[in-house]
């Protein structure tokens, strides 16, 4: 089996994206912001801005959300989930009713009389005819139907890592790919291209032979396309441990094999959740928030952010994009704005480095130019209306505090650049999630204070659960939390963190911008407590948005552990350790002031609230003794037992 490429790690480029994934060309003044607004129909490349496209909203009376988008006799059909129906959109209309809880996740028109759909998770595909006959032509609860398939008249089904074909109303094997999952089929020369998850493989398969052209490990290849003898691979990596798919992390790349040559050409910090044929090239969808990319084979372009997290369907209806969503149970529009996108400025205030000449634009093509003034920061019916600029020629305009711009496109091939753009939408809330606080006095390295002395005998075996590699326990009385914060917008965010105990809220840091804290816990009364985390998106909103997250209950102990029972006879010193709030973690002994040497309890370990010991010490009765015991708890909080022999 030839294998062309295989990748188990791609780089990450530092790229231009690092500035779009929030919609940013070039960072904006905090006091500017709440002037910002989102342009009309334009896309932003690293080079130039250009006409884009805009979105509508498609009237529905559905109530769940979109899975899958299909055109069948002029008319719009959708799958839902949840109540998991398909439902005719143009004429407000059930077509066929599934069970509860299951998900309509592919339509697909196989003749003028009939379409087929995928059920999820029980696994069938069934026919509906123009009557609303329902027939099931396949059914495998074991495995996922990725994706519906008509390639020039033939139908196909992905089915887990296996490609089945529709003949005579029955589903026959086609192919296996030998991966976990199997995303995209497509024609190529005599034969067929399949991408997969898992192994992230690009298979070529041609008269019965198989080669590899591409491998990723850990990756999913979610769509690829073919042009000018190149193909283009949109590639999803995971990166993070988790298995919850909340929690993922991903980073995705534009990827192009030419002449055996593999070139990674864009990348982003997030996951590739759908992508549509729009135009000249096609429209890539990320996700969390949903914002939208056009990438025309040359140039990657920003084109916008949605107001929901996830696009779930894109269907190609002429020259449209159908779009649904996770967020409300509607379709969007995505057309063409037939040369007609307006970009409107910020507001600049007239001062050594903001004039007229020094933000004019730079444009080709039918490209108008105008600007208005004012004497305020924000713009109110005092400004004045638009002129029209010419370059160069500003010395009749008004005398203002402030301006600001507009740039017109009137014609497909118009272009400008020497901008300053943030693209933002309404703001939305950020997110507090995973409060961890740690067991007391064990600390990540990267948070260690300074000169703190560490505890040599410490066994980082017994705190797997942390996830943490490095870690290490001090003697000092401190505990270390973290957390995860979310922003939907990619603002920057700071945090406010208090110690509650259910009455008060204890201010421990305000206006952190680090997502860790160690905190110094032995001036508070023995009890238990929670973290509260405040996040606010101030730092980039001038009316910002605040949420709050608790912790689960946890300890603070400072009361010292007591000692019972303590007795020396036959040459040992026996004695009962107990605390009534934590478990006893470590006693050590000193005789005549030498160094404290650790002690185990009877069963050799330190496992309860209560530990018995038996120490064996050598007395003649000629040479007198001084003992000195130390009995800590899992706090630090420690005790004494003193014995004189003679």
């Given at each position: 089996?030839?294998k062309?490429?295989v990748?188990?790690?791609l780089p990450?480029?530092?790229?231009?994206l690092?500035a779009?994934?929030?919609?940013?060309?070039?960072?904006?003044?905090?006091?500017?912001i709440?002037?910002?607004k989102t342009?009309y129909g334009?896309?932003v490349?690293?080079n130039?801005v250009?006409?884009?496209?805009?979105?509508e909203k498609?009237e529905?009376?559905m109530?769940d959300q979109?899975?899958?988008i299909?055109?069948?006799?002029?008319?719009i059909?959708?799958?839902?989930?949840g109540?998991a129906?398909?439902?005719n959109?143009?004429?407000n209309?059930?077509?066929?009713?599934f069970?509860?809880?299951?998900?309509?996740?592919?339509?697909?028109k196989?003749?003028?009389?009939?379409?087929i759909?995928s059920v999820?998770?029980?696994g069938?595909?069934?026919?509906i005819d123009d009557?609303?006959?329902?027939?099931?032509?396949?059914?495998?609860?074991?495995?996922?139907?990725?994706?519906?398939?008509?390639?020039?008249?033939?139908?196909y089904?992905?089915?887990?890592?296996?490609?089945f074909?529709l003949k005579?109303?029955?589903f026959?094997?086609?192919?296996?790919v030998k991966?976990?999952?199997?995303l995209?089929?497509?024609?190529?020369?005599?034969?067929f291209l399949?991408?997969?998850e898992?192994?992230g493989?690009?298979?070529?398969?041609?008269e019965?032979?198989?080669?590899?052209i591409?491998?990723?490990?850990g990756?999913?290849?979610?769509d690829f396309?073919?042009?000018?003898?190149?193909?283009?691979?949109?590639?999803?990596s995971k990166i993070s441990?988790?298995?919850?798919?909340?929690?993922e992390?991903?980073?995705?790349?534009?990827?192009?094999?030419?002449?055996?040559?593999l070139d990674?050409?864009?990348?982003f910090?997030?996951?590739?959740?759908?992508?549509?044929?729009?135009?000249?090239?096609?429209?890539?969808?990320?996700s969390k928030p949903?914002?939208a990319?056009f990438?025309d084979f040359k140039d990657l372009?920003?084109?916008?952010?949605?107001?929901?997290d996830?696009?779930?369907?894109?269907?190609?209806?002429g020259e449209?994009?159908?779009?649904g969503?996770?967020?409300k149970?509607q379709?969007?529009?995505?057309?063409?704005?037939?040369?007609?996108?307006?970009?409107l400025?910020?507001?600049f205030?007239?001062n050594?480095k903001?004039s007229?000449?020094?933000?004019?634009?730079?444009f080709?093509g039918?490209?108008?130019?105008f600007?208005r003034?004012?004497?305020?920061?924000?713009?109110?019916?005092?400004?004045?209306d638009f002129?029209q600029?010419?370059s160069?020629?500003?010395?009749n305009l008004?005398?203002?505090?402030?301006f600001?711009y507009?740039?017109?496109?009137?014609?497909d091939?118009?272009?400008?650049?020497?901008?300053?753009i943030?693209?933002?939408?309404e703001?939305?809330?950020p997110?507090?999630e995973?409060?961890v606080?740690?067991?007391?006095r064990i600390l990540?390295?990267?948070?260690m204070p300074?000169?703190?002395i560490?505890?040599?005998?410490?066994?980082?075996?017994?705190?797997m659960?942390?996830?943490e590699?490095?870690?290490s326990?001090?003697?000092?009385?401190?505990?270390?939390v973290r957390?995860?914060?979310?922003?939907?917008d990619?603002?920057?965010?700071?945090?406010?963190?208090?110690?509650?105990?259910?009455?008060y809220?204890?201010?421990?840091?305000?206006?952190?911008?680090?997502n860790?804290?160690?905190?110094?816990?032995e001036?508070?009364?023995?009890?238990?407590y929670?973290?509260?985390?405040?996040v606010?998106d101030s730092?980039e909103?001038?009316?910002?948005?605040?949420e709050?997250k608790?912790s689960?209950?946890?300890l603070i102990?400072?009361?010292p552990?007591?000692?019972?029972?303590d007795?020396f006879?036959?040459n040992?010193?026996?004695?009962?350790a107990?605390?009534e709030?934590?478990f006893i973690?470590?006693v050590e002994?000193?005789?005549?002031?030498?160094e404290?040497?650790?002690?185990f309890?009877?069963?050799?370990i330190?496992?309860?609230?209560?530990?018995n010991?038996?120490?064996?010490i050598?007395?003649?009765?000629?040479?007198?003794?001084?003992?000195l015991?130390k009995?800590?708890?899992?706090?630090?909080?420690?005790?004494?037992?003193?014995?004189?022999?003679?």
């Amino acid at each position: 089996m030839k294998k062309l490429f295989v990748i188990f790690f791609l780089p990450i480029f530092s790229f231009f994206l690092s500035a779009l994934e929030t919609g940013r060309i070039l960072d904006t003044p905090f006091e500017n912001i709440k002037s910002l607004k989102t342009s009309y129909g334009v896309m932003v490349s690293k080079n130039f801005v250009k006409n884009g496209f805009v979105v509508e909203k498609v009237e529905t009376k559905m109530l769940d959300q979109v899975f899958s988008i299909l055109k069948f006799k002029k008319d719009i059909l959708v799958g839902t989930g949840g109540n998991a129906y398909i439902f005719n959109v143009t004429k407000n209309d059930t077509v066929a009713k599934f069970r509860e809880g299951e998900i309509i996740k592919n339509i697909l028109k196989i003749d003028e009389k009939s379409f087929i759909a995928s059920v999820e998770p029980s696994g069938i595909i069934v026919k509906i005819d123009d009557k609303k006959k329902c027939d099931t032509l396949f059914k495998n609860g074991n495995k996922s139907i990725n994706k519906l398939l008509n390639l020039d008249g033939e139908i196909y089904a992905l089915v887990g890592e296996n490609i089945f074909e529709l003949k005579k109303n029955r589903f026959e094997k086609f192919f296996e790919v030998k991966d976990r999952n199997c995303l995209q089929m497509k024609r190529y020369k005599k034969g067929f291209l399949f991408s997969t998850e898992g192994e992230g493989k690009l298979i070529n398969y041609q008269e019965g032979k198989t080669d590899y052209i591409f491998v990723s490990n850990g990756s999913e290849i979610k769509d690829f396309f073919l042009k000018d003898d190149k193909i283009f691979i949109l590639l999803n990596s995971k990166i993070s441990n988790t298995d919850d798919p909340l929690t993922e992390e991903y980073k995705s790349y534009i990827i192009s094999i030419e002449n055996n040559l593999l070139d990674t050409l864009f990348f982003f910090d997030t996951y590739i959740s759908q992508v549509g044929f729009f135009k000249d090239g096609v429209t890539i969808f990320l996700s969390k928030p949903a914002r939208a990319y056009f990438f025309d084979f040359k140039d990657l372009f920003f084109c916008g952010n949605f107001d929901f997290d996830f696009v779930t369907s894109v269907y190609k209806d002429g020259e449209n994009l159908l779009v649904g969503n996770d967020g409300k149970p509607q379709i969007l529009k995505i057309k063409d704005n037939n040369g007609k996108g307006e970009f409107l400025s910020r507001v600049f205030a007239f001062n050594s480095k903001n004039s007229i000449t020094s933000v004019y634009p730079e444009f080709s093509g039918k490209v108008k130019v105008f600007f208005r003034f004012g004497e305020s920061y924000d713009v109110d019916k005092n400004w004045t209306d638009f002129y029209q600029v010419f370059s160069g020629l500003n010395s009749n305009l008004p005398k203002a505090k402030f301006f600001q711009y507009k740039v017109v496109l009137n014609d497909d091939e118009d272009k400008f650049k020497k901008i300053e753009i943030f693209y933002k939408g309404e703001n939305r809330k950020p997110k507090i999630e995973n409060i961890v606080v740690f067991p007391p006095r064990i600390l990540p390295d990267y948070a260690m204070p300074q000169n703190v002395i560490t505890d040599k005998n410490f066994k980082k075996n017994l705190y797997m659960d942390l996830k943490e590699q490095n870690i290490s326990k001090i003697f000092e009385k401190k505990i270390f939390v973290r957390w995860e914060g979310f922003d939907p917008d990619n603002d920057r965010l700071s945090y406010s963190i208090f110690l509650n105990d259910r009455r008060y809220d204890y201010p421990l840091i305000s206006q952190t911008e680090d997502n860790y804290i160690v905190f110094n816990y032995e001036n508070f009364q023995t009890g238990y407590y929670r973290i509260k985390v405040l996040v606010s998106d101030s730092i980039e909103n001038r009316e910002p948005l605040n949420e709050e997250k608790l912790s689960e209950d946890f300890l603070i102990d400072n009361n010292p552990p007591r000692i019972k029972d303590d007795i020396f006879q036959n040459n040992s010193l026996s004695f009962t350790a107990f605390d009534e709030e934590s478990f006893i973690d470590k006693v050590e002994i000193s005789i005549n002031g030498s160094e404290f040497k650790d002690v185990f309890p009877v069963d050799q370990i330190f496992d309860n609230r209560e530990e018995n010991f038996a120490i064996d010490i050598p007395f003649n009765g000629k040479e007198p003794l001084s003992i000195l015991v130390k009995v800590y708890d899992k706090f630090g909080n420690v005790s004494f037992l003193k014995k004189f022999l003679r």
